[in-house]
Structure formats: C-alpha cells, structure tokens
C-alpha cells in the first residue's frame, strides 16, 4: 500500500519541478544587462575634506549660539532707577528711545524731555558771573552724549543763556558733524599751536568760535557758539590734550562771557582723554543708554568716578519709556525741530 503513495508523490515532484522549470525559463527571457558597472576610484567613506568643511560651519554655529545666550545671561541694568542707585547720582532726565519712528506724539515726548534736562541744569547750576564748565561723558562709546550736549546747548540758549559747546571728542568729532562743521580749525589747532610757556589768548579762541544757525539760517551768535574739534588730523589726542595748553584754554573760557560752556568728551572708560578733561571742569554729567550698559560697565564707571577729581552732576538716561502724560498730546504750539 505504501509503494502507490510513494510513486504519488513522486510524480507530483516530478511536475512541480517541471513547472518551476519552466517558469525560470520564462522570467529570464525577461532580464536585460543595462549599465555595466563601474569600479570606484575611491572610497565612498570616510570623506575628510566634507566632514571637515561640516564640522567647521558646525563649530560656528555653536560659537554664535554660546556668544548669544551669555550676551542673554550677561546682567544688565534695567530701569533708570536703578542705574542712578548704583551710581547714586539723581536722573535729571529719562530720554525716550525714538528711533526711526516718526511719531509727532514721540517727537513731542522727547522735545519736553530736553526742556526739563535744561531746566534741571538750570536748578541746579544758576547762572553766575563766570560760566559753568560743564563735561559731558558716558561709560562707553555710542550712548547718546554728543546728542544730549547738542540739544541741552539748543535749549539752554533758547532759554536766554550765551552757550557754547565744544567738540572735545578728537577721535570721533561727532559734533562737528551735528553742526555741519567739520575740517574748520578748532580744539586741535589751539592746543597744538600754543607753547607750554605761553597762555591761550582770547582772541585766538574768539577766532576759531563759530555761531549757529536757527532754523531759518540766520546767524545767533550770542546765543548758541561751537569750538569745532579742529581740522588737523594726525597725532595722538591723549598726549595733545595732556599739556597745560588745556588748563589754560579752560581758563581762558571762564573769562568769557558764556553763561555756559558744554564739552563733548569721549568715553571715560577705555581712554584717558576724557580723564583730562574732568580735572579742569567744574561740573560732569553722564549719559547712559540702557540696552547698551552693563552691569560691569556700571561697576567701572563707578570706580572711575570714585577716582577722579569731579563733581557730577546727575544722569540723562536714554532709552527709557515715553510718560504717558496726556499734555504730550494736547493741542498747543508746534514742536520746535531739535537736529542732533
């Protein structure tokens, strides 16, 4: 009985493998060779010129992400309140951050801002029968000064008061770009050109002094005057301003008639021009802009302080928030334009 299924299932073996036989047959009719291939020349990896091109843009990109998130962690001084704790100074005045955003209401804000910075200056320093020699500075470089001593010396002399300004930044003459200026003789010339035996005449300041213009272009001079920083270039400022021949140009101004006498100085940190400056004037006032100060610019700028020889006078702080004050927006007369 066994021998019939063995032969059973041999044929059915038989046919299968016929079957597949003949299917192989019949799928490789159907296989064409369409490319021959090709032996690399080199390795498809590792490839070290493209992993090092990526790890470099990569190390980059983490460099910036570190630089920005301890820029972010970086302390910094937030209101003008505490800026005028840690330097215990009084904030004469908040100015608003305009920007390019042209806004009568935000123009407005910042117009009364400056009147009150003069009226506090005027509070606090009256008036007397010889100027007030008064240094305008900041920590670090690009906070605001030369735009404050431009429009507080607008608004002093709009106030009635003989006002002059000098351009006393040699390195970025700032101001003399603010009064259109610039390459006339000035600061440079008067310091360079007067020996060390000799005082610095009247007459030669007299000389170099231009009067300002109103908005019309008339000449006032009398009310608003500017001491340019001069047109020679060349020559290290630190040792052109540490000669007597300061002294004795800051001396000769208190003879003048001025009521006061604004300077423009650089920065007290970093370099000493602003130092020499501070020894021979009566009074400073610092400029600080908030979201540029830090915190450890606050701690050297109060060292600075504690070293030097001056009387500050108080604070203008840029950057602060408009009041909100409904008098900025009330009807009245048009806001006089203040050019930087």
């Not at 390019?100 to 320093?125: C, D, G, H, K, M």
Request: net charge neutral.
């Amino acid at each position: 009985s066994s021998e019939p299924n063995i032969a059973a299932q041999l044929g059915a073996l038989q046919a299968r493998a016929a079957e597949l036989e003949a299917q192989s047959a019949g799928s490789g009719t159907q296989l064409q060779l369409v490319q021959r291939p090709e032996v690399p020349s080199a390795a498809s990896s590792p490839r070290p010129t493209r992993n090092a091109v990526i790890a470099l843009f990569a190390s980059i990109f983490l460099a910036v992400l570190v630089a920005l998130g301890r820029e972010q962690l970086t302390p910094r001084i937030t209101s003008q309140r505490e800026l005028g704790h840690l330097l215990a100074l009084p904030v004469l005045s908040g100015i608003p951050f305009i920007g390019r955003r042209v806004s009568a209401r935000y123009a407005r804000a910042e117009y009364e801002t400056y009147q009150t910075l003069s009226a506090a200056i005027r509070l606090a320093l009256p008036p007397r029968s010889e100027p007030h020699v008064m240094l305008v500075s900041s920590a670090a470089h690009g906070e605001g000064k030369t735009t404050v001593t431009t429009r507080l010396g607008r608004m002093l002399a709009q106030a009635g008061h003989r006002t002059l300004v000098i351009s006393g930044d040699l390195r970025w003459p700032k101001l003399d770009e603010a009064f259109n200026v610039g390459g006339r003789p000035g600061l440079r010339e008067l310091l360079a050109l007067t020996p060390e035996s000799e005082q610095v005449a009247f007459d030669a300041v007299e000389r170099v002094i231009l009067p300002t213009h109103n908005g019309e272009g008339v000449a006032s001079r009398g009310e608003l005057d500017v001491l340019p920083a001069g047109g020679r270039r060349g020559g290290d400022a630190s040792e052109l301003l540490h000669t007597p021949a300061l002294q004795s140009l800051i001396e000769t101004l208190r003879r003048s008639a001025y009521a006061y006498v604004l300077i423009d100085s650089p920065p007290l940190l970093g370099v000493a021009d602003a130092q020499m400056f501070a020894q021979f004037c009566d009074e400073l006032l610092l400029v600080a802009r908030l979201d540029r100060l830090k915190m450890s610019d606050v701690i050297d700028l109060r060292e600075m302080l504690d070293r030097l020889d001056s009387n500050p006078v108080g604070l203008v702080v840029i950057g602060t928030r408009p009041a909100g004050s409904p008098y900025y927006a009330a009807p009245g007369p048009s806001t006089p334009t203040l050019t930087a």
